[in-house]
């Protein structure tokens, strides 16, 4: 944070002898509205709870909006961040107005919770080193309190670690905070004329940049690949029929809840049960593990402790089979029933058949379960939901949260296409409780907000993700896929362990979108449409979210055409050539580069080991750069584009790379990383030519194909030999 010019603080401080927001309600202070019942905190308490903030987002935790002032040693002092962090909150306030170097941008109450806790250690040091005013504070005391706040315990008997330059500036920041509001406090303030650190911004401070590159890493795609194939199983192929039990599971609650109690008029129905059970070889009820301590201690006989006696009470229209003396009239029955059929969970007996992921063969969706396993597969099959949402839309954490039961959307378009929207709330950047938003995403992520409407089965406007901690969701997910056997049940891959997040996903949702046509998530979840989504929701909505996803995409993008084109430059200086029709124009632009970098080198030979005076010369080609699936095109010269010629576009400013004919496009070429996809065309065709079923006359029409596909990589491999 830069100090707003003045840079200098005011020559005197007129300070106020009370407080501009002595004996105000805080939420009526920065014009926020509370929920009936709330907690009230005036401003003079030293104990503020907000949580009952009426457009609080659901993302924000409950001791986010408990502030203690208390922590602070020094009375006066604690006025004075009371008064600041209205001032962050309500920067509108008549009284806020009136400081000339205020901020004007509205800070968030999670924003201000950790300024208080940097507040409550900042004043806290001045105490413990003597300190009883703030117009003591010389620039000595501001150096010493960072340089020790820069480190810290990570935990006992650890040694110290120091903290990102970024991390610290916060710290930096709130010192600097009170110069800024100096004609708002009234207890206490800075002499006139001081400025921490001379009005410097606070990360030139602390040392570092704002312009440091993207640190949230990928999921590797080890750790990917069998989570996102394992979660789109869930929701694409075991999730309906889980819904179908839930709902199922519902119904049967709800119409057994007002049963009456089983008398003795009911034995003779609960005989008739048993016979037919015998007959149709019909195992009885098992009750859930948890209860079988409490089972034995009643004196139940030991055959019969694994019974569900509710389970056959609500058979006959009662509720439960309690009496110890009814028990009695029907044990003989159950004691000959129970060793003939046995015991088996309640519920799924007779499953439908689905086919495996591993190699499609039919199994029943499930073996029989309990209520207990019912909800254990409800929960796992809810995380699955939300990793496919999360890695498929590009929404963040606090995005996610707010969905909401009833949140999609379904249209047509007049060309008969279906769009499909998430309607939710855009929380980052905006006032507390956000602003409405949607994200136009893809029907698989539609698909897993629907099913988990229906696993929730709760009222329109309920929270569908009360938490995006995929970690534990995960962790948890693995255990019972092995537990209860269900991953080899279903032919899943193993799970490895590892870190994976909402936001990771985010960032390899854009790096995979950048990257494509290539990738992992490009080949499985058909990326061209992720990234038409995203494109619409942009077109949508210019200011919301998705355009900012789309942002970062377009930025990671732009990084992987700049790594693609040094790769073809160092391909060329190591033999290894590119192929195709625009080879030629690619490799004497490559050469122009590399007699420019020679001579560079002449007057400063590090400039042959510095990558960024090769990028620079490398960036105007990497910006013309279209990435297809089996080629690069080098978009140069409109008019020499042969997909713009096809389409009757001459004038269109990016090819179609959908259309491109790269055997014959003059500006495009094939690369060794190409290679293997051209193979693969070559697998197809003599897929095609060898197959009985095909029509000779297609066969005939198919080699000259598969002619030119061999000439292709022929050419690959003759540019490449040299190396």
Known sequence: MKLPRPLRAPATINRRPVSAFAGCYVHEAIGLALLPGSVRSRFEEDLWDMWGLADKPRSIKQHELTWDFSQIMNPKWRVVAKEILIALLAPQHDSVLECALALRKYRSPRTCNRFLRKFTAWFNWLTANGVTSLEEVMQEHCDRFTAEDQWYVPKPDAPPVQVEPETLAESVRVVQLITLYGDLLSTDSYRAGFVPWDGRSTIKVVGGTWLRANRTPPVPDQLLQPALSTCLYLVNTVGPHLADLVEQARADAARTKDFPRATLAHVPDLKRLFAQMHADRVPLPLAEGKGQARRISTGDLVPLKDLAWYRLAHQVGTSTIAAPYLREKITPELLALAEDVGFENYWARTAPTIAREEDGALVPWTAPLSDAGIQSMVANVLVACLVVASALSGMRNSEL????????????????????????????????????????????????????????????????????????????????????????????????????????????????????PGGLLAAKIALKHISVATTEGYAARPGGSQRLFLTEVEEAEEGKHMELTVEAFRDLKEGRKPAGPGARGLIEALQHVDAQLNEAARHDPNVLDDDRHLESLLSKLSKVLHVGAANFCWFRDPSKALCLKLAGTPNAKKPLVGMCDSARCPQATHHRSHRPVWLGQITVIDTFVESPRVAMSEKERLLPERDRVQRVVAEIDAASAAA
């Open 401 to 516: 949260v707010e969905l909401s039961v009833g949140c999609r959307r379904q249209t047509v378009t007049k060309l008969g296409g279906t769009r499909f929207r998430l309607a939710g709330r855009l929380i980052k950047g905006q006032k507390l409780g956000g602003v409405p938003d949607e994200w136009v995403v893809i029907e698989d992520v539609h698909r897993a907000v629907a099913l988990a409407e229906r696993l929730l089965g709760a009222p329109p406007g309920a929270a569908l993700f009360n938490t995006v901690g995929l970690s534990f969701g995960l962790t948890r997910m693995r255990k019972w896929l092995e537990e209860t056997r269900n991953r080899e049940r279903w032919g899943l891959p193993v799970i490895p362990a590892g870190p994976i997040s909402a936001r990771m996903l985010r960032r390899t949702l854009a790096l995979s979108i950048a990257a494509r």
